[in-house]
């Protein structure tokens, strides 16, 4: 999807245990975004990031962290995953600060806690 | 995406148009979206809409917007089997570095042959 990768594609986890998601982008665009998709929620931002080292809050970020310490790899680690975690986690980019043309978005992982 | 209001479902035939409804909150809002997601796909973008225009038309796809009500639709003419997925509506909310899109809660659109 036009630069943007995201990994692992698929994960199972214990409750309990630290996981680490990345979302890679070859387009040096300046502002990323994690959101995750969950039947009858649509999506929900998590965190986001408008330059290095630069990050926010969502809507939804407790239990989740994040870093950005290069333009192109944005990290979003669950700290100790719970059975609510389950979910698809989509990583999106954007060039420009106002978003005109809207968001390139990843294929998503699945990641289910058991 | 609670801000942002979609019927869960619809379910039309092959060749008729369909109508996606969307209702948001922020009447600042200076663009709204409309995304497709295919299944175990991401979203793609479809189109979008400036705030200061109240139709835009682009093949067999025609946005309205209704800012007095904060109402978005999507009509898409001539529906075909592979237009069935997931439609979802977002509005871009904040401004300058913190701005960020808030989407609905999707609606499935299911093309009957």
């Known amino acids: 999807d036009a630069g943007i990768t995201q990994s692992p594609r698929h994960k199972v986890t214990e409750t309990g245990t630290p996981v680490t998601l990345r979302c890679h982008q070859t387009?040096?665009?300046?502002?990323m975004y994690w959101y995750r998709q969950d039947p009858g929620h649509g999506l929900r931002l998590i965190h986001y990031?408008?330059?290095?080292?630069?990050?926010d809050k969502g809507e939804v970020s407790d239990g989740y962290s994040v870093s950005r310490s290069k333009t192109e790899d944005f990290l979003l680690t669950l700290e100790s995953a719970t059975s609510s975690q389950t979910s698809v986690y989509f990583c999106?980019?954007?060039?420009?600060?106002?978003?005109?043309?809207?968001?390139?978005f990843g294929s998503g992982t699945r990641l289910t806690v058991v | 995406g609670e801000d942002v209001e979609q019927s869960l479902f619809l379910s039309v035939r092959e060749g008729d148009s369909s109508v996606i409804n969307c209702t948001y909150t922020?009447?600042?809002?200076?663009?709204l979206y409309w995304y497709k997601q295919e299944p175990g796909a991401g979203l793609q973008l479809l189109t979008y809409?400036?705030?200061?225009?109240d139709m835009k038309q682009d093949q067999r796809l025609t946005v309205l917007l209704n800012k007095k009500d904060k109402h978005l639709s999507l009509r898409i003419a001539d529906t075909q089997t592979g237009d069935s997925a997931i439609y979802f509506c977002?509005?871009?909310?904040?401004?300058?570095?913190?701005?960020?899109?808030?989407f609905g809660t999707g609606t499935l659109l299911a093309v009957q042959p």
């Open positions: 999106a980019i954007s060039e420009s600060r106002t978003a005109q043309h809207g968001y390139t």
């Open positions: 387009e040096n665009h300046r502002y």
């Open positions: 990031s408008y330059g290095v080292k630069d990050t």
């Open positions: 922020d009447s600042s809002s200076t663009y």
């Open positions: 809409i400036f705030s200061n225009m």
């Open positions: 977002a509005e871009k909310k904040g401004g300058g570095a913190t701005n960020k899109l808030i």
